[in-house]
């Protein structure tokens, strides 16, 4: 049975809450996504009833993605065990069932589109002794057998900070391993759910790289949630701390009266400078914009082109090697 949620009380930010604002800015606007190529690809997906998060969350870029042969995938269902406060999933308690053919149609869907780059995310699965690393893991193996050359980014949960499950992932052969840290430390308790926590997701992307050190590892935060600069600077210093690779930042978009409100609408210019400032902190690469997503085209063509010279270095002997 599926979880209601309830009307959460706004955040403060200091001695007094930030008024909601009440209009959403020019620059959020967007056109909802249309054509053949749309419909196919979504007549596509209900018949082997796969959910993508580019529908689940509302994704402004949809269109642009499939498009572009960029897709994220979600897998293990599509009820969480958890009830993060942002968002719009729904929540409840999935009793241990999973779709045993679930990675197969994964991989035959990624070659109908035409995908060339596929991020698989997923509910939490806390019901599941491995967190749902297997099942990653299994649809990894079936996509990567099924298109050749496809690159996989996996965009997991905390995974309740199991090593094994880390280890299980890594040895499918994923490309990027990519886990959301979502806000800044002081607003994380409300943000996310409680069995979350802003440590756990530091500490789970540490292990990631210390496993294996090569691993490209990605991470976002949502901003407009009562965040000071200053906290945001911590953050982002937190991520680079732990080796994180790839930073996407966006703006959070409520996606009905019963989450959080919004605080804050960031301008593009704003967007811009903490760019900047993440990409002096050694970032390899940042996707900063109010339409920004944790899976975001420009940061895939990034990490494509990044994964291609890395595979192509290789190829190339050194002189120690002739």
Known sequence: MTETRKKSPPLTQ???????PTRKPSWLKMQLPTGDNFVRITNMLREKKLHTVCEEARCPNL????????????VLGEVCTRGCKFCAVKTGDPKGLLDSQEPQKVADASALMGLRYLVLTSVDRDDLEDGGANH????????????PGILIECLTPDFQGKTASIQSLLDAGLDVFAHNLETVRRLSPRVRDKRA?????????????KLSPSMVTKSSLMLGLGESERELDEAMKDLRDVGVDVLTLGQYLRPSLLHLPVREYISPARFSALKNRA???????????????SSYKAAELFLESRLAES???????????C
């Open 197 to 209: 926590s802003y440590d756990l997701s530091l500490q789970f992307l540490a292990q990631i790289k």
């Open 63 to 74: 269109g642009e993605c499939w498009g572009s042969g960029t897709a994220t995938m979600m």
């Open 311 to 321: 595979k192509l270095e290789l190829k190339v002997p050194r002189d120690s090697d």
């Open 14 to 20: 200091g001695k007094a809450a930030r008024v909601q």
């Open 136 to 147: 990653f893991a299994a649809c990894v193996r079936a996509t990567k057998d099924r298109v």
């Open 279 to 293: 990409l002096s902190l050694g970032f390899a690469y940042v996707a900063a914009g109010p339409l920004v997503r």
